[in-house]
């Protein structure tokens, strides 16, 4: 097996050009421009907070909710007012878990039930993920610059900005995946800090296994955001899946990099141990721990369904083979149960349509967004008679339409030069993408996909990066000397700062679809570019 590259770039460079791997990886943990790096990602997250709390309480529909916002910062309200669970026990309506819900309960519990109550909160949670980008491809990259495309990026990303805008459950799912993204990749310069002074004191080779890790609450902190992002929905088992083999991978590669004489061994036996309790036990119990106020309710649907005589339906058995597993867990099984088939039995075959449903295959470039909101009714404020106004989730084409490009050049990376950041990237992209073709009768939609925008964002930050390639005169791996000449680093300076300003104006371009400001029908089709933007 051949291990994934460590070596980074300088300060403000693109990634490394390949070289022969030195004996032992450089101890190059991050950037050191400390200060810096906090201005710009502090700059960078005020814009955000700006562009998602500007109107935040505009569109509605005579002050109430829009699209999905019916159910959700309604149920947030029963939650609020009710104990902790939501009053009305149909499964076609409560078939999420409670995290997202309690997340909007926040936003509503200081603002009341009105429309910046139960959007409040996402917006937070929109700043807050262009801040993770930022600082998480800064530490990818090794790079403040680097870091600050993706944070650019996000800024005006149509997808992240209307989700950051609207009451519902991906946003936060998002935030939590990115987060707990995040905590891995520190976590991995945190396990090579140890294993460096190892190398350094002589410890490497004590142990055919090579030396224990010791406690790592980076990882154990991604376990919790783990728990929280499959306590908002369900996909968020996927990224359980996923980043567990992630770190474990990263161990892997780590104890290769130190020559440990026995790394898979010493991976097998020290590793994914503590892996499985991190990333798998932990968020079962933090999972477990959100559904805390239905355990301890009196009136929560299904609570009492499984040991309860008047119930009239207990699907395990009271006497059966379970029937050492406490009630009130095997009570939230049914429960989950009954969710469950509620969500298989929406398929197309069935006959379930939705206008604006879509596929995993047209989300990548956001072939199929999807509209929030519209009205051409009463409308005023365009300059002409009739007027109209609406919301779409829709990516950014400057940014989405690159999507296949970038995922082409990450595996390119991935295979031939071993880049571990791309990898990262891939596997957090694949995530949120991937386990929907296995599905495809399902009715789907693309606010699914808003999961993808963080590593997208981060993907293509790393794309310009190469592009922008390293500083000139600087030492690579192993001694190496790049030497790139300054009209040749200007040039690429230039098409990288083009691309930004196009990807700025055509957020702009965007904005009155994405905001629901009066426009007039030939505007609203001009905006309209692909058929299947119709």
Partial sequence: ?????????????????????????????GPTDWARGWVVTLFLTTIAVITRFLELGYPTDAGTPVFDEKYYPAQAWQMLTGGGVEDNPAYGVIVHPPVGKQMIALGEMIFGYSPWGWRFS????????????????????????????????????????????????????????????????????RVRERLARADAQGRIALSVYGPRLGVRWWR?????????????????MYFIAAFGLLSVGFDLAAR???????????????D?????????????????????????????????????????????????????VPDALRSLWHNHGESLNFHESLTNSAGNHHPWESKPWSWPMSLRPMLYYYADTGVTGCGQSVCVKAVMLIGTPAIWWLALPMLAWAIWRTATRRDWRYAAVLVGYGAGILPWFAVLDRQMYYFYALVLTPFLAMGIALVLGDILGPAPFTRGPGGRRWLITTERRNLNLLLVCLYLALV???????????TALPITPDDWHNHLWLPSWK
Avoid: H
């Avoid at 051949?2 to 943990?29: E, H, K, M, N, W």
């Avoid at 154990?220 to 968020?236: D, E």
């Avoid at 700025?504 to 994405?514: D, G, R």
């Fill in 1 to 29: 097996m051949t291990q994934l590259t460590d070596v980074a770039p300088p300060i403000g460079a693109g990634p490394a050009l390949s070289s022969p791997a030195p004996l032992r990886p450089s101890p190059d943990f």
């Fill in 122 to 189: 996402a917006a937070v949670a929109g700043s807050i993920i262009v801040l993770l980008a930022i600082r998480i491809t800064r530490r990818l990259a090794r790079s403040t610059l680097i870091g600050a495309f993706a944070g650019l990026l996000l800024i005006c990303d149509g997808t992240t900005f209307v989700g950051s805008r609207i009451g519902m459950l991906d946003i936060f799912q998002a935030l939590f995946v990115t987060a707990a993204f995040g905590c891995l990749i520190v976590d991995r310069d």
């Fill in 220 to 236: 154990f902190g991604a376990g919790v955001l783990l728990g929280l992002a499959c306590g908002t929905k369900w996909s968020g």
């Fill in 256 to 270: 290769r990099a130190y020559r440990v004489p026995r790394p898979w061994a010493g991976t097998a036996i020290r």
């Fill in 272 to 324: 994914i141990g503590p892996a499985l309790y991190a990333l798998v036990l932990i968020p079962v119990l933090v999972y477990l721990g959100s559904y805390s106020f239905w355990f301890a309710s009196e009136d929560g649907y299904d609570r009492y369904s499984v040991g309860n005589p008047y119930a009239g339906k207990d699907p395990i058995g009271s006497d059966g083979f379970w029937s050492w």
């Fill in 504 to 514: 700025v104006a055509n957020f702009i371009w965007l904005w009155p679809i994405l």
